[in-house]
Protein backbone atom coordinates (compact mmCIF):
# COMPACT_ATOMS: atom_id res chain seq x y z
CA UNK A 1 0.00 0.00 0.00
CA UNK A 2 1.16 3.46 -0.42
CA UNK A 3 1.64 6.12 1.80
CA UNK A 4 -0.74 5.94 5.12
CA UNK A 5 -0.48 8.19 8.06
CA UNK A 6 -0.16 6.62 11.35
CA UNK A 7 -0.66 8.29 14.49
CA UNK A 8 0.75 7.05 18.20
CA UNK A 9 -2.12 8.05 20.27
CA UNK A 10 -2.85 4.48 22.19
CA UNK A 11 -2.93 0.68 21.87
CA UNK A 12 -4.98 -0.32 19.06
CA UNK A 13 -5.77 -3.90 20.55
CA UNK A 14 -7.01 -2.81 23.80
CA UNK A 15 -4.93 -4.48 27.20
CA UNK A 16 -6.88 -7.44 28.98
CA UNK A 17 -9.64 -7.62 26.59
CA UNK A 18 -8.93 -11.35 25.43
CA UNK A 19 -11.99 -13.41 26.51
CA UNK A 20 -13.82 -16.65 25.13
CA UNK A 21 -17.54 -15.95 24.28
CA UNK A 22 -20.05 -18.43 25.34
CA UNK A 23 -23.43 -18.96 24.20
CA UNK A 24 -25.99 -21.09 26.03
CA UNK A 25 -22.85 -22.82 27.97
CA UNK A 26 -21.10 -23.57 24.25
CA UNK A 27 -17.77 -21.54 23.60
CA UNK A 28 -18.50 -20.39 20.47
CA UNK A 29 -16.05 -18.47 19.98
CA UNK A 30 -13.90 -15.29 21.40
CA UNK A 31 -13.89 -10.99 21.52
CA UNK A 32 -11.44 -7.98 21.94
CA UNK A 33 -11.36 -5.04 21.81
CA UNK A 34 -10.10 -2.43 19.58
CA UNK A 35 -9.77 1.53 19.29
CA UNK A 36 -9.36 4.09 16.75
CA UNK A 37 -5.59 5.23 16.38
CA UNK A 38 -6.60 8.58 15.62
CA UNK A 39 -7.47 12.18 17.01
CA UNK A 40 -11.14 12.26 16.07
CA UNK A 41 -13.49 9.63 16.11
CA UNK A 42 -15.18 8.43 12.54
CA UNK A 43 -18.29 7.03 11.14
CA UNK A 44 -17.39 3.67 10.39
CA UNK A 45 -18.37 3.88 6.69
CA UNK A 46 -14.98 5.24 6.44
CA UNK A 47 -13.32 1.96 6.97
CA UNK A 48 -11.65 0.64 3.82
CA UNK A 49 -9.75 -2.20 5.04
CA UNK A 50 -9.91 -4.62 8.23
CA UNK A 51 -8.41 -7.99 9.18
CA UNK A 52 -7.95 -10.01 11.69
CA UNK A 53 -4.81 -12.49 12.36
CA UNK A 54 -5.13 -14.64 14.90
CA UNK A 55 -1.53 -16.51 15.88
CA UNK A 56 -0.49 -15.77 12.29
CA UNK A 57 -3.86 -17.34 10.83
CA UNK A 58 -6.00 -14.75 8.99
CA UNK A 59 -9.49 -15.16 10.24
CA UNK A 60 -12.38 -15.36 7.42
CA UNK A 61 -13.79 -12.10 7.21
CA UNK A 62 -17.47 -13.91 7.39
CA UNK A 63 -16.91 -14.90 10.70
CA UNK A 64 -15.70 -11.51 12.22
CA UNK A 65 -18.38 -9.24 14.00
CA UNK A 66 -18.17 -5.38 14.79
CA UNK A 67 -19.86 -4.32 18.06
CA UNK A 68 -20.15 -0.51 18.39
CA UNK A 69 -22.89 2.19 20.24
CA UNK A 70 -24.87 -1.29 21.13
CA UNK A 71 -25.38 -2.77 17.49
CA UNK A 72 -23.56 -5.26 16.14
CA UNK A 73 -22.15 -5.45 12.24
CA UNK A 74 -20.45 -8.05 9.58
CA UNK A 75 -17.44 -6.44 8.29
CA UNK A 76 -18.98 -6.56 4.71
CA UNK A 77 -22.15 -4.15 6.20
CA UNK A 78 -19.32 -1.13 7.70
CA UNK A 79 -19.23 0.56 4.21
CA UNK A 80 -22.80 1.62 4.38
CA UNK A 81 -22.71 2.99 8.30
CA UNK A 82 -22.76 6.28 7.63
CA UNK A 83 -24.63 7.31 10.66
CA UNK A 84 -22.53 5.01 12.87
CA UNK A 85 -20.36 6.93 15.19
CA UNK A 86 -17.22 5.54 16.37
CA UNK A 87 -16.08 7.91 19.50
CA UNK A 88 -12.53 8.43 19.93
CA UNK A 89 -11.95 7.25 23.68
CA UNK A 90 -14.86 3.92 22.68
CA UNK A 91 -13.50 0.88 22.48
CA UNK A 92 -15.25 -1.52 19.91
CA UNK A 93 -15.68 -5.15 20.21
CA UNK A 94 -14.40 -7.19 17.77
CA UNK A 95 -16.21 -10.91 17.95
CA UNK A 96 -14.82 -13.80 16.44
CA UNK A 97 -17.01 -17.06 15.42
CA UNK A 98 -15.19 -19.96 16.23
CA UNK A 99 -16.68 -23.09 17.62
CA UNK A 100 -14.36 -23.97 21.02
CA UNK A 101 -12.91 -20.55 21.20
CA UNK A 102 -9.33 -19.95 21.81
CA UNK A 103 -7.55 -22.07 24.09
CA UNK A 104 -6.06 -21.17 27.27
CA UNK A 105 -2.26 -19.07 27.86
CA UNK A 106 -0.96 -16.45 25.44
CA UNK A 107 -2.41 -15.45 21.79
CA UNK A 108 -1.28 -12.83 19.43
CA UNK A 109 -3.85 -11.06 18.03
CA UNK A 110 -3.34 -8.10 14.58
CA UNK A 111 -5.68 -6.14 13.63
CA UNK A 112 -5.31 -4.64 9.91
CA UNK A 113 -7.32 -1.25 9.99
CA UNK A 114 -7.02 1.33 7.15
CA UNK A 115 -9.47 4.24 6.88
CA UNK A 116 -9.88 7.49 4.52
CA UNK A 117 -9.65 10.83 6.51
CA UNK A 118 -12.77 11.90 4.73
CA UNK A 119 -12.11 15.44 5.25
CA UNK A 120 -8.76 15.76 3.98
CA UNK A 121 -8.88 15.51 -0.03
CA UNK A 122 -6.30 14.34 -2.02
CA UNK A 123 -8.20 14.42 -5.30
CA UNK A 124 -11.73 13.95 -6.28
CA UNK A 125 -13.43 10.70 -4.26
CA UNK A 126 -10.09 9.84 -2.72
CA UNK A 127 -9.09 10.79 0.56
CA UNK A 128 -5.25 10.44 2.76
CA UNK A 129 -5.53 6.99 4.29
CA UNK A 130 -4.78 6.13 8.20
CA UNK A 131 -3.42 3.54 9.37
CA UNK A 132 -5.20 2.26 12.39
CA UNK A 133 -3.25 -1.07 12.83
CA UNK A 134 -2.39 -2.59 15.61
CA UNK A 135 -1.15 -5.86 17.27
CA UNK A 136 -0.90 -7.60 21.14
CA UNK A 137 -0.24 -10.59 22.60
CA UNK A 138 -3.12 -11.20 25.11
CA UNK A 139 -3.71 -13.96 27.58
CA UNK A 140 -7.64 -15.42 27.00
CA UNK A 141 -10.01 -15.42 29.33
CA UNK A 142 -12.07 -18.50 29.86
CA UNK B 1 -8.16 49.85 17.60
CA UNK B 2 -9.47 46.15 18.28
CA UNK B 3 -8.75 43.82 21.21
CA UNK B 4 -7.23 40.33 20.93
CA UNK B 5 -8.28 38.29 23.75
CA UNK B 6 -7.04 34.61 24.45
CA UNK B 7 -9.21 31.15 23.87
CA UNK B 8 -8.10 27.73 24.12
CA UNK B 9 -9.27 25.13 21.65
CA UNK B 10 -9.73 22.21 24.06
CA UNK B 11 -7.90 20.38 20.91
CA UNK B 12 -4.91 21.25 22.64
CA UNK B 13 -5.20 18.81 24.98
CA UNK B 14 -6.24 16.00 22.82
CA UNK B 15 -3.39 13.61 23.11
CA UNK B 16 -4.03 13.39 27.17
CA UNK B 17 -7.83 13.22 26.37
CA UNK B 18 -7.80 10.22 23.88
CA UNK B 19 -5.41 8.44 26.67
CA UNK B 20 -7.41 8.94 29.00
CA UNK B 21 -5.29 10.94 31.52
CA UNK B 22 -7.99 14.10 31.21
CA UNK B 23 -11.26 14.40 31.55
CA UNK B 24 -13.31 16.95 29.22
CA UNK B 25 -13.78 18.74 32.77
CA UNK B 26 -9.68 18.75 33.48
CA UNK B 27 -9.18 20.40 29.65
CA UNK B 28 -11.43 22.92 30.29
CA UNK B 29 -9.94 23.90 34.02
CA UNK B 30 -6.45 23.32 32.40
CA UNK B 31 -7.60 26.40 29.51
CA UNK B 32 -9.36 28.52 32.36
CA UNK B 33 -5.82 28.21 34.53
CA UNK B 34 -3.64 29.62 31.54
CA UNK B 35 -5.90 32.68 31.14
CA UNK B 36 -8.25 31.88 28.79
CA UNK B 37 -11.90 33.42 28.25
CA UNK B 38 -13.37 30.92 26.18
CA UNK B 39 -12.81 27.43 24.38
CA UNK B 40 -13.19 25.94 21.08
CA UNK B 41 -14.17 22.25 21.07
CA UNK B 42 -13.54 19.60 18.11
CA UNK B 43 -16.64 18.10 18.02
CA UNK B 44 -15.48 15.09 16.31
CA UNK B 45 -13.11 14.89 19.19
CA UNK B 46 -14.88 15.63 22.46
CA UNK B 47 -19.00 15.89 21.83
CA UNK B 48 -19.68 12.62 22.93
CA UNK B 49 -23.12 12.45 21.43
CA UNK B 50 -21.60 13.49 18.10
CA UNK B 51 -22.81 14.47 15.57
CA UNK B 52 -25.56 15.79 17.82
CA UNK B 53 -25.58 17.43 21.04
CA UNK B 54 -27.73 16.02 23.63
CA UNK B 55 -29.26 17.84 26.62
CA UNK B 56 -26.92 16.02 29.07
CA UNK B 57 -23.75 17.32 26.73
CA UNK B 58 -25.04 20.44 26.35
CA UNK B 59 -25.18 20.82 29.97
CA UNK B 60 -21.93 18.95 30.68
CA UNK B 61 -20.10 21.97 29.04
CA UNK B 62 -22.44 24.06 30.90
CA UNK B 63 -21.88 23.08 34.02
CA UNK B 64 -17.72 23.36 33.81
CA UNK B 65 -18.44 26.55 32.19
CA UNK B 66 -19.91 28.21 34.89
CA UNK B 67 -17.00 26.11 37.08
CA UNK B 68 -14.36 27.70 35.65
CA UNK B 69 -15.02 30.88 33.90
CA UNK B 70 -14.50 29.84 30.67
CA UNK B 71 -16.76 30.89 27.48
CA UNK B 72 -18.11 28.36 24.64
CA UNK B 73 -16.40 30.18 21.56
CA UNK B 74 -15.86 27.98 18.85
CA UNK B 75 -17.38 24.97 17.46
CA UNK B 76 -14.64 23.05 15.38
CA UNK B 77 -16.58 20.93 12.35
CA UNK B 78 -15.19 18.77 10.12
CA UNK B 79 -16.83 18.60 6.51
CA UNK B 80 -16.41 14.54 5.55
CA UNK B 81 -17.22 14.71 1.59
CA UNK B 82 -15.47 11.62 1.61
CA UNK B 83 -18.26 9.89 4.22
CA UNK B 84 -19.21 7.49 1.34
CA UNK B 85 -16.66 4.93 -0.37
CA UNK B 86 -18.38 5.14 -3.92
CA UNK B 87 -19.04 9.12 -4.15
CA UNK B 88 -18.37 12.46 -3.02
CA UNK B 89 -20.89 13.76 -0.76
CA UNK B 90 -23.24 16.47 -2.93
CA UNK B 91 -23.16 20.11 -2.20
CA UNK B 92 -26.78 19.46 -0.86
CA UNK B 93 -25.45 16.60 1.63
CA UNK B 94 -22.49 18.85 2.45
CA UNK B 95 -24.71 22.07 2.86
CA UNK B 96 -27.41 19.25 5.03
CA UNK B 97 -24.46 18.71 7.25
CA UNK B 98 -23.24 22.13 7.53
CA UNK B 99 -26.54 23.11 8.91
CA UNK B 100 -26.61 20.51 11.79
CA UNK B 101 -23.42 22.06 12.63
CA UNK B 102 -24.77 25.29 13.23
CA UNK B 103 -27.32 23.77 15.17
CA UNK B 104 -25.07 21.98 17.56
CA UNK B 105 -22.66 25.36 18.09
CA UNK B 106 -26.35 26.73 19.01
CA UNK B 107 -26.79 24.28 21.73
CA UNK B 108 -23.41 25.10 23.01
CA UNK B 109 -23.66 28.35 23.18
CA UNK B 110 -20.94 28.84 20.94
CA UNK B 111 -20.90 31.75 18.12
CA UNK B 112 -18.70 30.83 15.74
CA UNK B 113 -18.44 27.53 13.69
CA UNK B 114 -14.80 26.83 12.26
CA UNK B 115 -15.92 24.96 9.06
CA UNK B 116 -13.81 22.81 6.64
CA UNK B 117 -12.92 24.00 2.84
CA UNK B 118 -14.63 21.41 1.39
CA UNK B 119 -17.74 22.99 1.46
CA UNK B 120 -17.51 25.30 -1.63
CA UNK B 121 -18.19 29.06 -1.48
CA UNK B 122 -21.30 28.80 -3.35
CA UNK B 123 -22.43 26.39 -0.56
CA UNK B 124 -21.30 28.90 2.07
CA UNK B 125 -23.72 31.53 0.59
CA UNK B 126 -27.11 29.01 0.59
CA UNK B 127 -25.45 28.48 4.48
CA UNK B 128 -26.22 32.21 4.76
CA UNK B 129 -29.83 32.09 6.03
CA UNK B 130 -28.95 29.47 8.75
CA UNK B 131 -26.30 31.32 10.06
CA UNK B 132 -28.11 34.52 10.46
CA UNK B 133 -31.31 32.34 12.08
CA UNK B 134 -29.69 30.95 14.37
CA UNK B 135 -27.01 33.84 15.31
CA UNK B 136 -24.11 31.78 14.18
CA UNK B 137 -20.88 32.86 12.24
CA UNK B 138 -19.35 30.44 10.17
CA UNK B 139 -15.97 30.59 8.90
CA UNK B 140 -13.68 29.01 6.73
CA UNK B 141 -10.61 27.56 8.10
CA UNK B 142 -7.61 28.91 6.33
CA UNK B 143 -4.28 26.45 6.93
CA UNK B 144 -1.28 25.89 5.83
CA UNK B 145 -0.93 25.08 2.95
CA UNK B 146 -3.09 27.90 1.81
CA UNK B 147 -2.93 31.37 3.13
CA UNK B 148 -5.52 34.37 2.53
CA UNK B 149 -3.98 35.11 -1.20
CA UNK B 150 -4.01 31.54 -2.46
CA UNK B 151 -6.46 31.12 -4.97
CA UNK B 152 -8.65 28.93 -3.56
CA UNK B 153 -9.27 31.43 -0.59
CA UNK B 154 -9.69 34.20 -2.98
CA UNK B 155 -13.06 32.41 -4.29
CA UNK B 156 -14.25 32.60 -1.21
CA UNK B 157 -13.43 36.19 -0.26
CA UNK B 158 -15.07 37.07 -3.70
CA UNK B 159 -18.12 35.53 -2.75
CA UNK B 160 -18.52 36.84 0.74
CA UNK B 161 -17.62 40.49 -0.69
CA UNK B 162 -20.32 39.89 -2.69
CA UNK B 163 -22.91 38.87 -0.37
CA UNK B 164 -21.85 41.09 1.98
CA UNK B 165 -23.06 39.39 5.35
CA UNK B 166 -21.35 39.63 8.06
CA UNK B 167 -22.23 35.88 9.39
CA UNK B 168 -19.36 34.65 6.74
CA UNK B 169 -15.82 35.09 7.21
CA UNK B 170 -12.77 33.25 8.24
CA UNK B 171 -10.64 31.59 10.65
CA UNK B 172 -7.26 32.28 9.91
CA UNK B 173 -4.42 29.51 11.38
CA UNK B 174 -0.92 30.93 11.82
CA UNK B 175 0.46 28.08 10.88
CA UNK B 176 -0.36 29.68 7.29
CA UNK B 177 2.33 31.95 7.88
CA UNK B 178 5.42 29.92 8.95
CA UNK B 179 8.87 30.89 7.95
CA UNK B 180 11.09 27.99 9.15
CA UNK B 181 11.18 23.80 9.21
CA UNK B 182 8.05 22.65 11.38
CA UNK B 183 10.54 21.44 14.47
CA UNK B 184 8.74 18.34 14.90
CA UNK B 185 9.17 17.34 11.19
CA UNK B 186 12.21 17.94 11.30
CA UNK B 187 13.23 16.52 14.86
CA UNK B 188 11.79 13.61 13.53
CA UNK B 189 13.72 13.31 10.21
CA UNK B 190 16.56 13.57 12.38
CA UNK B 191 15.78 11.04 14.41
CA UNK B 192 14.59 8.65 11.77
CA UNK B 193 18.79 9.45 10.23
CA UNK B 194 18.27 12.32 7.88
CA UNK B 195 21.33 13.61 6.28
CA UNK B 196 21.81 17.37 7.76
CA UNK B 197 22.87 18.29 4.93
CA UNK B 198 20.36 17.41 2.59
CA UNK B 199 17.70 18.28 4.98
CA UNK B 200 18.77 21.77 4.46
CA UNK B 201 19.03 21.49 0.79
CA UNK B 202 15.31 20.67 1.24
CA UNK B 203 15.02 24.10 2.54
CA UNK B 204 16.66 25.91 0.72
CA UNK B 205 14.68 24.48 -2.07
CA UNK B 206 11.30 25.58 -0.32
CA UNK B 207 12.61 28.96 0.63
CA UNK B 208 13.48 29.17 -3.06
CA UNK B 209 9.91 27.81 -4.45
CA UNK B 210 11.53 24.66 -6.39
CA UNK B 211 8.15 22.71 -7.24
CA UNK B 212 7.83 19.90 -5.17
CA UNK B 213 8.17 17.10 -8.21
CA UNK B 214 11.71 18.61 -9.00
CA UNK B 215 12.76 18.81 -5.09
CA UNK B 216 12.22 15.30 -5.02
CA UNK B 217 14.41 14.37 -7.94
CA UNK B 218 17.31 16.64 -6.85
CA UNK B 219 17.37 15.00 -3.47
CA UNK B 220 16.92 11.65 -4.89
CA UNK B 221 20.06 12.30 -7.40
CA UNK B 222 21.83 13.79 -3.87
CA UNK B 223 21.16 10.42 -2.37
CA UNK B 224 18.49 11.44 0.30
CA UNK B 225 17.40 8.43 2.53
CA UNK B 226 13.69 8.01 3.15
CA UNK B 227 13.95 10.07 6.08
CA UNK B 228 14.76 13.17 4.15
CA UNK B 229 11.94 12.18 0.94
CA UNK B 230 9.86 11.59 4.09
CA UNK B 231 10.01 15.37 5.33
CA UNK B 232 9.11 16.36 1.67
CA UNK B 233 5.23 15.80 1.51
CA UNK B 234 5.00 17.91 4.40
CA UNK B 235 6.97 20.42 3.98
CA UNK B 236 5.03 21.22 0.70
CA UNK B 237 2.08 20.61 2.58
CA UNK B 238 0.35 21.30 5.80
CA UNK B 239 4.42 22.68 7.50
CA UNK B 240 5.46 24.37 4.81
CA UNK B 241 7.26 27.91 5.00
CA UNK B 242 7.88 30.76 3.25
CA UNK B 243 10.77 33.54 3.62
CA UNK B 244 8.41 35.97 3.52
CA UNK B 245 5.12 35.76 5.17
CA UNK B 246 1.28 36.80 3.36
CA UNK B 247 1.25 39.96 5.56
CA UNK B 248 -0.58 41.73 3.48
CA UNK B 249 -3.03 38.95 2.73
CA UNK B 250 -3.38 39.17 6.34
CA UNK B 251 -4.09 43.05 6.39
CA UNK B 252 -7.14 42.82 3.68
CA UNK B 253 -8.22 39.94 5.22
CA UNK B 254 -8.74 40.95 8.73
CA UNK B 255 -12.27 42.65 8.93
CA UNK B 256 -13.47 39.46 7.09
CA UNK B 257 -11.38 37.42 10.15
CA UNK B 258 -14.07 35.72 13.20
CA UNK B 259 -11.31 34.62 15.28
CA UNK B 260 -7.51 33.24 14.28
CA UNK B 261 -6.10 30.45 15.47
CA UNK B 262 -2.79 30.45 17.07
CA UNK B 263 -1.19 27.41 16.12
CA UNK B 264 1.95 26.16 18.09
CA UNK B 265 3.79 23.19 17.34
CA UNK B 266 6.90 24.02 19.81
CA UNK B 267 7.05 27.40 21.98
CA UNK B 268 10.61 27.45 23.82
CA UNK B 269 10.90 27.79 27.14
CA UNK B 270 11.84 31.49 26.61
CA UNK B 271 8.26 31.88 24.41
CA UNK B 272 9.07 31.37 21.09
CA UNK B 273 7.39 29.56 18.29
CA UNK B 274 9.63 27.01 16.31
CA UNK B 275 8.37 28.58 12.75
CA UNK B 276 5.56 31.20 13.00
CA UNK B 277 6.62 34.66 13.52
CA UNK B 278 4.55 35.70 16.18
CA UNK B 279 6.10 38.77 17.04
CA UNK B 280 5.38 39.63 13.68
CA UNK B 281 1.78 38.77 13.14
CA UNK B 282 0.26 39.44 16.18
CA UNK B 283 1.48 43.00 16.13
CA UNK B 284 -0.45 43.33 12.70
CA UNK B 285 -3.43 42.02 13.86
CA UNK B 286 -3.11 44.70 17.23
CA UNK B 287 -2.88 47.35 15.25
CA UNK B 288 -5.98 46.22 13.13
CA UNK B 289 -9.76 46.66 14.12
CA UNK B 290 -9.93 43.24 15.07
CA UNK B 291 -11.63 42.55 18.31
CA UNK B 292 -12.49 39.34 19.12
CA UNK B 293 -10.29 35.91 19.68
CA UNK B 294 -6.50 34.19 19.24
CA UNK B 295 -7.96 31.28 19.87
CA UNK B 296 -4.85 28.84 21.42
CA UNK B 297 -4.34 25.53 19.52
CA UNK B 298 -1.44 23.27 19.98
CA UNK B 299 -0.68 20.55 17.71
CA UNK B 300 0.93 17.77 18.96
CA UNK B 301 3.40 16.42 16.74
CA UNK B 302 6.54 15.83 18.49
CA UNK B 303 4.92 14.56 21.70
CA UNK B 304 5.28 17.17 23.88
CA UNK B 305 3.82 17.72 27.03
CA UNK B 306 0.39 19.04 25.96
CA UNK B 307 -0.49 21.60 28.96
CA UNK B 308 2.98 22.54 28.96
CA UNK B 309 3.33 23.64 25.11
CA UNK B 310 -0.50 25.83 25.69
CA UNK B 311 0.63 27.33 28.13
CA UNK B 312 3.51 28.48 26.90
CA UNK B 313 1.77 29.12 23.97
CA UNK B 314 -0.37 31.30 26.26
CA UNK B 315 2.87 33.14 28.35
CA UNK B 316 4.15 33.95 24.59
CA UNK B 317 0.95 36.00 22.98
CA UNK B 318 0.54 37.82 26.69
CA UNK B 319 3.61 38.87 26.54
CA UNK B 320 4.09 39.93 22.76
CA UNK B 321 0.57 42.23 23.19
CA UNK B 322 1.93 43.59 26.58
CA UNK B 323 4.84 44.70 24.67
CA UNK B 324 2.92 46.23 21.77
CA UNK B 325 0.31 48.17 24.54
CA UNK B 326 3.33 49.89 25.81
Known sequence: ?142 | MGEIKKACSLFSYGTPYIRGEMSLEACMRAAALIGCEGFEVVAAQMISSYPYVTDEVAGEFARYSEKYGIKPVCYAANMDRGLRRDRDLTEDEMLARAVNDIKSAHRLGCKVVRQQYLLSPKTMLHLRPYAEEYGIKVGIEIHNPETPSTPAIMAYREAFDKCGSEYLGFVVDFGCFSTKPNKPYWDRAFANGAQPELLEMLEQMRYDDVPQQEAMERLIKAGANDAVLGAVAGTYGFVQFRREWDVEGLKSIIPQCLEFHAKCHYVSEDLHEASIPYEEVLPVIADSDFNGYAVIEYEDEGGYDSVEMTRRCAAMIDKILATIKK
Request: glycine residues 8%.
Open chain 1, 1 to 142: MAFAMKFNMIDVVVSDSLENVYVDGKRIGYQFDIRLNYYRGHFLSVIEEFEVTVDGEKVDQSSIRFRLNGKEFGICELESCYNEFWRITDPATIIVHESGGLPEGEHTVEVKLIFRSPYMAIGPNKYMPVDSSGSKTLKVKF
